[in-house]
T-cell receptor, first 112, second 114 residues
Framework: AQSVTQLGSHVSVSEGALVLLRCNYSSSVPPYLFWYVQYPNQGLQLLLKYTSAATLVKGINGFEAEFKKSETSFHLTKPSAHMSDAAEYFC??????????FGAGTILRVKS | SQTIHQWPATLVQPVGSPLSLECTVE??????LYWYRQAAGRGLQLLFYSVGIGQISSEVPQNLSASRPQDRQFILSSKKLLLSDSGFYLC?????????????FGQGTRLTVV
């Protein structure tokens, strides 16, 4: 079975600083990986996805993620944090039937 | 364009009462439909998914059930709510073809069982 581990349930950065949210996956087949963002009391919005094309994936709002097979990782980064980036971020791996297996989520706090 | 509607947005129900949450999708046909639950401090857990009318797969044993009476309608129900049913419920859809098809989520329902 596939699984996702997000290291750090809470991450705090200063405005303008680098954002790094960690995600490691476990999969017996080539994975299809996603990052979603959730603002308070709202649904999830897709940030980016990896589907075995380029290993560096660019998403919305200046976020990007790099797929590293040797490290089984798919970390999310953004060069400069903005206050509006404060939200909860979920990494997910897709199973057969387009079912998503989510990590526990990381709450990002941006300090002014 | 496709849209997904989920209601109600918030709900407070007493223990033992019934539950019905509704989700509808517009602008697409034969979508895969999903119900996820997000409990406080935990990630999202897939509860049910459906690949067609009347076809429901349950991912975890629980006090809830799901139905798909129409192609673009997905309903989450319970006959008697438990305190542990509290959480944030999210409906989602994806295209029926393609392994890489991302899921599109509704705005969610915050359920509090008291």
């Amino acid at each position: 079975a596939q699984s996702v581990t997000q290291l750090g349930s809470h991450v705090s950065v200063s405005e303008g600083a680098l954002v790094l949210l960690r995600c490691n996956y476990s999969s017996s087949v080539p994975p299809y990986l996603f990052w979603y963002v959730q603002y308070p009391n709202q649904g999830l919005q897709l940030l980016l996805k990896y589907t075995s094309a380029a290993t560096l994936v660019k998403g919305i709002n200046g976020f990007e993620a790099e797929f590293k097979k040797s490290e089984t990782s798919f970390h999310l980064t953004k060069p400069s944090a903005h206050m509006s980036d404060a939200a909860e971020y979920f990494c997910a791996v897709m199973e057969y039937g387009n079912k998503l297996v989510f990590g526990a989520g990381t709450i990002l706090r941006v300090k002014s | 364009s496709q849209t997904i509607h989920q209601w109600p947005a918030t709900l407070v129900q007493p223990v033992g009462s019934p539950l019905s949450l509704e989700c509808t999708v517009e602008g697409t046909s034969n979508p895969n439909l999903y119900w996820y639950r997000q409990a406080a401090g935990r990630g999202l857990q897939l509860l049910f998914y459906s690949v067609g009318i009347g076809q429901i797969s349950s991912e975890v044993p629980q006090n809830l059930s799901a139905s798909r009476p129409q192609d673009r309608q997905f309903i989450l129900s319970s006959k008697k709510l438990l305190l542990s049913d509290s959480g944030f419920y999210l409906c989602a859809w994806s295209r029926d073809r393609g392994m890489f098809a991302e899921a599109f989520f509704g705005q969610g329902t915050r359920l509090t069982v008291v």
